[in-house]
């Protein structure tokens, strides 16, 4: 990288700090969006990189593995771990859907959920290549791009369209089910 190159990056790195400590919707602790989810989303992601619908299915060719994490309203039975299903969700086929986990401080028991899941979705190689989404102007996928590469995942892309792009390409989707949040262990 060129020394302006440098420079440049490192101006827009401040630029995006000063925007997270300004805004009552980041978390200036931990730099994940906490309110207003649905809303154009005004920083770059971190911990991974956006890609268009090109990207996406030249990903998935190889191996990617799609993550929905639109939220559902009605949440999980923490008696079971079901998820109380408000919404019908249509995702990208081949997704696996895990709702809430875009959360900018999800609870512990998803986080836990998070944590299985991907393992599965990745057959626990961190080096798997992730596609996280949900709907345009959606924070959410930009918060589990953040998470997933804190929790060491080096290939981490965000589809930022998500479904809204899917479907305006003319692309077809398909009914999810999320799976069960597990217990916790001691519950």
Known sequence: MTRRASGAWAAVLALA????????????????????????VTLPVQGGRRVDLAEVDRLVAE????????????????ATGAWRMVDRR???????WLPEVGRGAPDARLVAYFLVQL?????????????????????????????ASALGYTRVYWF???????????????????PPVPALEGQ
């Open 17 to 40: 700090a000063q925007a997270v400590a300004a805004s009552p919707d980041i978390d200036a602790g931990s730099g994940y969006r906490i309110n207003n989810y649905r809303s154009p």
């Open 63 to 78: 191996g990617a593995a799609l993550v929905d994490v639109m939220p559902q309203r009605g949440g999980y039975d923490p």
């Open 90 to 96: 249509e995702t990208i086929p081949g997704a696996v």
């Open 119 to 147: 393992a599965r979705a990745t057959h626990e190689d961190r080096t798997r290549a992730l596609i996280f989404f949900c709907m345009a102007d959606c924070w959410m996928s930009w918060n589990a791009v953040k998470r």
């Open 160 to 178: 930022a369209d998500g479904t809204d792009g899917w479907r305006e390409a003319d692309r077809p989707t398909v009914a999810a089910d999320p």
